[in-house]
């Protein structure tokens, strides 16, 4: 089956830099590419996700870039804010949906003021 | 975004009791649910995919006559953890699939089980 690895596990940035957690999954198969932002005690949330036909894909502050050679993907969090402060997750399925997802083990980031 | 209700929020029971928890899409008809597992600081573990009308289809390792899953209608998945232990202490939590615009799934908020 599909595992998905997650660096760094835990990351401390300061206000305003750049924060980037990176995932690799191991099934070639998989082609669809979620994050999730999970709040303490809150339940997890789609922030931005990529399929396996598009390199990069940007969302305001966050951008996600995908290498389908490497198997590997990454969420880039710029102009950090207090508010970004929570467990992400990165995920992996091979259906082209949210379907059957593979976590990764999640990275913790605190944003310093 | 299309709202998953889990209830309860906590629950703590007794050794040997079982306890169900209730999956709701509140505003969408959802065919597909899906039932992770979290440890504290850990990652979510898909447990078993719910399915409409049909059985559920468990992952590897999961025990499908202890973790009970029904999902009778379009809008309610339930779990029910039997004859619960204190290892089945965990944060369970649904997720949905709304297929309307691009499939996407939406979580529950989740349900603490603490067993005694």
């Known amino acids: 089956g599909e595992n998905v690895e997650q660096h760094p596990s835990t990351l401390s940035v300061q206000e305003g830099d750049s924060a980037v957690i990176k995932c690799t999954y191991s099934?070639?198969?998989?082609?669809?590419f979620p994050w999730y932002k999970q709040e303490l005690g809150k339940r997890p949330q789609l922030i931005i996700d990529?399929?396996?036909?598009?390199g990069e894909k940007k969302d305001q502050r966050i951008a996600v870039t995908l290498n389908k050679t490497a198997k590997h993907f990454s969420l880039h969090i710029t102009e950090t804010q207090p508010e970004d402060s929570a467990v992400y997750f990165c995920?992996?399925?091979?259906?082209?949906?949210?379907?059957?997802?593979?976590f990764g083990t999640g990275t913790r980031l605190q944003v310093t003021l | 975004g299309a709202v998953v209700s889990q209830h309860p929020s906590w629950v703590i029971c007794k050794s040997g009791t079982s306890v169900k928890i209730e999956c709701r899409s509140l505003?969408?008809?959802?065919?597909?649910m899906f039932w992770y597992r979290q440890f504290p600081k850990q990652s979510l573990m898909l447990m078993a995919t719910?399915?409409?009308?049909?059985?559920?289809?468990?992952e590897q390792g999961v025990e499908k006559d202890k973790f009970l899953i029904n999902h009778a209608s379009l809008t309610l998945s339930t779990l029910t953890v039997t004859s619960a232990h204190p290892e089945d202490s965990s944060f369970y939590i649904c997720?949905?699939?709304?297929?309307?615009?691009?499939?996407?799934?939406?979580f529950g908020q989740g349900t603490r089980l603490t067993v005694v």
């Open positions: 719910s399915n409409e009308g049909s059985k559920a289809t468990y």
């Open positions: 505003d969408f008809q959802a065919t597909t």
């Open positions: 099934d070639s198969a998989s082609n669809y």
């Open positions: 997720s949905a699939l709304w297929t309307v615009m691009n499939t996407e799934a939406f």
């Open positions: 990529i399929r396996s036909n598009v």
């Open positions: 995920a992996a399925s091979w259906d082209g949906t949210a379907s059957k997802l593979t």
